[in-house]
């Protein structure tokens, strides 16, 4: 297939661009930077809510594009909540259009876990209540929406995939995850707020490449997906693991802050993306910190 994915030098999109040269796609970047981060076939550089969108085709050396992955997000907060609106729904609704135009067959994009808010009901389905915590997460439920009606009214194929918490090379520093491997890597003490009993589900980046590689192709694949893996674990748990892991001298130490999400549990049900598509993620917690600590 011939596949255009937005947002390619972000940390998902570099990793989706190699997965997919690996199994021999012709891969096309888009971004924003003017020279593409991971080796693709072609790149584009280009602004996702401008009209740039429609003049695709004529920046391109194939004549055919035959399926959309849409990775490009703003995930600004505030004061930026017009330009995420602007940047989200409308670059989404473009590339949509431009689907519908060019008879693009395949359009997928991620979404994220938290649309539904705190969760209520266990394990976590696609059927969940929403309550988007912020306005970046009410632009994924409205992109949601976006790619559903040009699937039933126009017979774009879509899928969206509510992803839960990323890992891998590149994933971003300052999260839970690679700071803990870090600190314990180095000998530094762990800090936990609250109870350290709040449950976070690990996916390993490469996992969401091979599921979105499996959807290009499974014509099951329609509406809303949770993309996620077994890797269940408390932040507690987390800290326990990279010390063990690592051997590592570290202290797990208790901050005495509270932290308003201990009691969040997101515990997710892959039993719908298990049957549309036959994902099932293969990258342990384990080896996803061992991974992160050799690289860093």
Sequence with gaps: MKVLITGSNGFIGGHVCKYLKEKGEYVIGLGRREKSVPEVDEYICCDMDSEAIDG????????????????????????????????????????????????????????????????????????????????????????????????????????????????????????????????????EDLILSGKGSRVQTYVHVRDIAKALYLALYSGKAHGIYNLSSYNAVSNKQLAELCVKLLESDSRIIFSGKEDFMDDYIWDVSLEHIKEDIGYEPEILIEEAILEYANMA
């Design 56 to 187: 695709i085709m004529a920046s391109v050396k194939v004549d055919k594009i035959d399926a959309i992955i849409h990775l490009a997000a703003d995930m600004r907060k505030e004061p930026y909540n017009v330009e995420v609106v602007a940047h989200n729904c409308v670059g989404t609704q473009r590339l949509l259009e431009f689907a519908e135009r060019e008879h693009i067959g395949v359009f997928l994009q991620l979404s994220s876990l938290p649309v539904i808010g705190k969760p209520e009901e266990h394990p976590i389905t696609e059927k969940h209540s929403l309550k988007p915590p912020t306005v970046y997460h009410a632009t994924k439920i409205a992109e949601e929406l976006l790619a559903n009606y040009a699937d039933y009214m126009h017979g774009v194929r879509t899928a969206s995939f509510r992803i839960s918490a990323p890992v891998g090379p590149g994933v971003n520093p300052k999260t839970i995850f690679p700071t803990f491997v870090t600190k314990a890597k180095n000998g």
